[in-house]
């Protein structure tokens, strides 16, 4: 997870956006799902990782 967000580079976290600001409102584990996602996940088994549903 932590690869996902901090692969953004360097100017995304010198420059402050909207966007990153609302990534990291986000808490831990909400950040959890998209990675999960993103590693190809169907979202029931993304459900069945985290516990949840």
């Not at 692969?7 to 995304?12: H, I, K, Q, T, V």
């Not at 976290?13 to 584990?29: G, N």
């Amino acid at each position: 997870m932590v690869t996902a967000l901090t692969g953004l580079g360097d100017s995304a976290c010198t420059r402050p956006t909207k966007s990153r600001s609302l990534v990291f409102a986000l808490t831990e584990r909400e950040r959890e799902v998209p990675v999960l996602l993103a590693d190809g996940m169907s979202t029931q088994e993304a459900a069945a990782r985290l516990g949840i549903g």
